[in-house]
């Protein structure tokens, strides 16, 4: 815990890799019954049904995923008791300027209470349409993933749907509203070994569970690959046509989809070394 937030955010793709020797195994997401055929859209959370948690203490900033109830057991972080929107982060009174702090900071898993000013203080899970395929590290700091998710034989796209890697943006999976906590989107830096050709960058809408994204494109021989998605971006069923934004308020989920447009396996093998919030602009 003496680690300044710089230093436990910034990690090396090496190390993250040579850390999944050891990842945890435990979570079991399952399909959600949501997503268009084509590219399905992966779980919910909803904080009145779940499984129990692994550790008491952190109640608060865990969600059981509506489909499964599961957890990944190394998210153990102490969550937040907050129990609505903070307020977009204002300047300092006489006159001077206080830089809102925009690093999203885990430690196994969990959102560190406190450590951004934009009242996100969730947790990290991964989820999949075969979870045992993906084996994910949160230990330390680490936001590190590797395996395989199967291609739709077939064309079953709704039961070959990906997986991937999702931040509850709250506490107990409560909506999450960016306009009033100042956000304008969330941004990521991927390092590894095995980059996926193509990212889903999502939100997840609260209410209905359905997808807003944008796809991009890793570029395999750059170390580290900057992403970003701005709520304003984010279209519903991205991969089809005439999509329409998701309402700012009804926030719920922050997600890293892998998601097979084929019958083609994607094997992958790599880390997200920072997460940060996008100040929104007037």
Request: aromatic content about 8%; some cysteine.
């Amino acid at each position: 815990m003496g680690l300044g937030l710089f230093a436990r955010v910034a990690l090396s793709a090496g190390a993250c890799v040579s850390m999944l020797q050891g990842c945890d195994t435990n979570v079991s997401y399952l399909h959600a019954a949501h997503g268009a055929a084509g590219h399905g859209g992966g779980p919910t959370i909803d904080g009145s049904v779940g499984g129990a948690l692994p550790d008491a203490s952190f109640a608060g900033a865990l969600a059981a995923d509506a489909d499964t109830g599961g957890f990944d057991a190394t998210s153990g972080a102490a969550g937040s008791n907050d129990a609505g929107d903070s307020g977009p982060p204002v300047a300092g009174s006489g006159g001077a300027t206080t830089t809102p702090r925009a690093e999203i900071v885990s430690s196994e898993g969990g959102i560190i209470p406190g450590s951004n000013d934009y009242g996100i203080d969730g947790v990290w899970h991964k989820f999949g349409a075969d979870p045992d395929l993906i084996i994910a590290d949160f230990s330390g700091n680490h936001l590190c993933i590797k395996g395989t998710v199967k291609g739709a034989s077939n064309g079953n796209f709704d039961r070959y749907w990906g997986g991937g890697l999702q931040l509850v943006l709250r506490s107990g999976g409560a909506a999450y509203d960016a306009t009033a906590n100042g956000m304008g989107g969330i941004g990521i830096t991927v390092s590894g070994n095995q980059l996926p050709a193509t990212l889903r960058l999502k939100f997840k809408d609260v209410n209905s569970n359905d997808n807003y994204c944008k796809d991009v494109t890793p570029d395999p021989v750059t170390p580290e690959n900057d992403f970003t998605l701005l709520v304003s971006e984010a279209v519903h069923n991205c991969w089809l046509k005439g999509g329409f934004p998701i309402p700012p308020s009804e926030l719920q989920n922050f997600e890293i989809h892998m998601a097979p447009s084929d019958a083609n396996d994607i094997n992958f093998d790599f880390c997200i070394t920072k997460v940060r919030v996008v100040p929104a602009t007037n």
